[in-house]
């Protein structure tokens, strides 16, 4: 799936016209915590999120993420939009929530590229 | 048909299109003053079309602007020689056959106006006037496609001198030890340019030359470490990054408060952070144990009152990709 497909599918609005559109898609990932989009997904997905702030989009570039997906409609602020093109990486706002957008991705074919994370004690040196 | 020869059929692959669109950001880019023909042969109003189409043969042209007292007033083009040859009358003046409605754009205007204009008039040339008014230049379909092209070649091959140069940094040096230290200051409650620092070092490696795989766990770890910095530290931190062929060394250190309880803030899900840092996405206890996976050894030190030091390496040579520090169980 590229980025134009991922559109219609969310029926969403591209908040960057000037983002590459050809780019692949190979999963998804949803999160509102930042640390846990780091710490798990994996390159080329599309990030589903109620977050609105710059942090999302350096947080997309950090871990090579081809779309970020706003869920429920949101309009994030020109800081955000700005960044997003800057980085080149489409912003889209989806007016769905972030259930209804998990499972139409899924049921489109979109794998999770949510890499199970064990959580167990770091060692130090 | 066979799924080699379908492939060999799709005229556009990957690295094409990638191309297309840079042609196309290019387009709203360039300026016809850059792509457009100075040398512009004009036609005085007075001159009889043998000598128009005398002209066109000579210099290989197949249109020219006609002026009066250095004034443009239309355009004259081979397909108006044809005409006229036809209607065997060479001895006219120019101005009995040249299309005297004229459509011109401005020397600043966008390449992609004058794309458009040709693709929906069939119209082959665009006289170009400057600020003023005055003709400045003449452009057709030629030359924006090699204007384009120049660009286009021009805009690769600095991308790829730039990553070249520092892929081959370290093999053009010779010390005993060469390294290449960047260094970054980090202010406090920054969230609007928080991570642009993490940024840069991701983006300075992949231009070095690493792969995709060692510049995604640095940015994550450098990320984690600058959010903190940005989060928690009183008067703001700096950044260190020291790249060596063989390994990455991130030192990100602090003057205060400190981390009273070392052993508890690098438990997952501990977290000192305010319910403002946590609507921010942040503050959920995860850096530290996020910044661990990444990283091939880390060393925390913290003295309350005094600061705090977080010391960070990546090596070069055992690219085990997401398997940093906190995966290697045999490491203490």
Redesign the interface.
């Known amino acids: 799936m590229d980025v134009s497909q991922l559109i219609d599918l969310v029926s969403g609005e591209l908040l960057n016209p000037?983002a590459?559109l050809?780019r692949d898609i190979k999963g998804g990932c949803g999160a509102?915590?930042?640390?846990?989009v780091?710490?798990s997904i994996q390159?080329e997905a599309v990030l589903l999120?109620g977050?609105c702030?710059?942090?999302?989009i350096?947080?997309a570039?950090?871990?090579?993420v081809s779309a970020i997906v706003i869920v429920r409609g949101k309009n994030p602020p020109q800081?955000t939009v700005n960044l997003a093109k800057e980085?080149k990486i489409a912003l889209i706002s989806s007016p769905f929530g972030m259930f209804e957008l998990c499972g139409r991705l899924y049921q489109a074919g979109l794998a999770s590229l949510e890499?199970p994370?064990t959580?167990?004690?770091?060692?130090?040196? | 048909m066979s799924s080699e020869e379908s492939r060999k059929n799709i005229l556009v692959d990957d690295s094409v299109a990638e191309n297309i669109t840079r042609v196309e950001e290019l387009a709203y880019e360039l300026k016809i003053r850059e792509v457009m023909e100075r040398n512009v042969r004009t036609l005085d109003s007075e001159l009889k079309m043998q000598s128009a189409a005398d002209l066109f043969r000579q210099q290989r042209i197949s249109g020219a602007p006609v002026t009066k007292n250095g004034e443009l007033i239309g355009i004259l083009s081979i397909e108006d020689v044809i005409r006229c040859l036809v209607a065997n009358d060479m001895d006219a003046p120019v101005t009995r056959y040249m299309t005297s409605k004229v459509r011109t754009i401005m020397a600043t205007d966008p390449v992609v106006e004058a794309l458009k204009f040709f693709v929906n008039t069939g119209v082959g040339r665009l006289p170009v006037l400057d600020e003023k008014g005055n003709m400045e230049g003449i452009i057709t379909k030629g030359d924006l496609t090699s204007g384009l092209l120049f660009a286009l070649q021009r805009s690769i091959q600095e991308e790829e001198l730039k990553t070249y140069r520092a892929s081959h940094l370290f093999e053009d040096i010779t010390s005993n030890r060469t390294s290449l230290i960047l260094r970054y200051v980090i202010q406090p409650r920054d969230f609007t340019h928080g991570g642009t620092a993490s940024s840069n070092i991701k983006r300075a490696l992949l231009r070095m030359g690493a792969s995709p795989q060692i510049a995604r766990r640095c940015g994550i770890a450098a990320y984690e470490a600058e959010m903190n910095l940005i989060i928690h530290t009183t008067n703001g931190g700096n950044m260190r990054v020291e790249i060596e062929p063989h390994k990455i060394a991130l030192d990100v250190f602090d003057y205060g408060p400190g981390i009273p309880d070392i052993e508890s803030a690098m438990k997952p899900g501990y977290s000192t952070a305010t319910d403002s840092i946590r609507e921010l996405g942040f503050g959920a206890g995860m850096g530290l144990v996020n910044i661990a996976r990444c990283v091939d050894s880390m060393k925390l030190e913290s003295v309350v009152g005094k600061g705090t030091r977080l010391k960070m390496t990546i090596l070069l040579e055992s690219e085990t990709v997401g398997e940093g520090y906190a995966g290697k169980k045999e490491v203490s």
């Open positions: 000037d590459d050809t509102d915590l930042m640390s846990d780091l710490a390159p999120t977050l702030n710059p942090q999302v350096r947080t570039q950090m871990s090579d800081e980085e890499q994370v959580d167990g004690p770091s060692e130090m040196e």
